[in-house]
């Protein structure tokens, strides 16, 4: 039997987000992706679009590399009237009505971005884990922190967007 190492672990956290993401999305329309319950909550979409810019770039940052985002265009294919360094973080209510976009954009995106993490993280050692990516915290966080707070916020996100699909409005 092979051991289960905690590269096998962060892989399977990652690959549970982009099962749920898939789910989520599938067979939604745009109007169903757009809609806040109660007027003012977080939609599917904009959770989607979030969880996965916030898996871009802080995976991009520990690894070093560009964001999938801006390295594969992907900016510009959802052209939303937002930096393109945001992530959602802090948005207001008109920021969060910015981010609409049909679920086969936003599972491509997901999709291109998990690849990229995925293709990462596999050649992650144990010494890479034990890496501290930021001293601001005490104590200091290690990748392997990080990557799991990662999994940890994509989750909550897609829980939210789950919740979100089970009381949309029936037609």
Do not use: C
């Not at 993401?21 to 939604?28: A, K, Q, S, T």
């Not at 940052?61 to 294919?77: I, L, S």
């Not at 104590?139 to 990080?146: E, H």
Request: net charge negative; aromatic share 6%; proline share 5%.
């Amino acid at each position: 039997m092979n051991e289960v190492t905690a590269v096998d672990v962060l892989l399977d956290g990652y690959g549970r987000v982009r099962e749920s993401v898939e789910r989520v999305l599938d067979g939604l329309t745009p109007e169903q992706l757009t809609h806040r319950v109660g007027g003012t909550a977080n939609p599917i979409a904009w959770l989607v679009w979030h969880l996965t810019r916030v898996q871009d770039d802080h995976v991009a940052e520990v690894a070093g590399t560009e964001q999938v985002w801006t390295a594969d265009h992907w900016a510009k294919r959802f052209d939303l009237p937002l930096p393109t360094d945001d992530t959602g973080y802090g948005h207001d209510s008109d920021q969060v009505a910015a981010v609409a976009a049909p679920a086969d954009l936003l599972l491509g995106y997901h999709r291109a971005v998990h690849e990229r993490t995925e293709n990462w993280v596999r050649g992650l050692s144990a010494e890479d884990l034990s890496r501290v990516v930021d001293e601001s915290w005490d104590p200091p966080v290690t990748l392997a922190v990080r990557l799991l707070s990662v999994v940890e916020d994509d989750l909550q996100h897609v829980g939210q967007a789950a919740f979100v699909r089970g009381v949309l409005p029936q037609n």
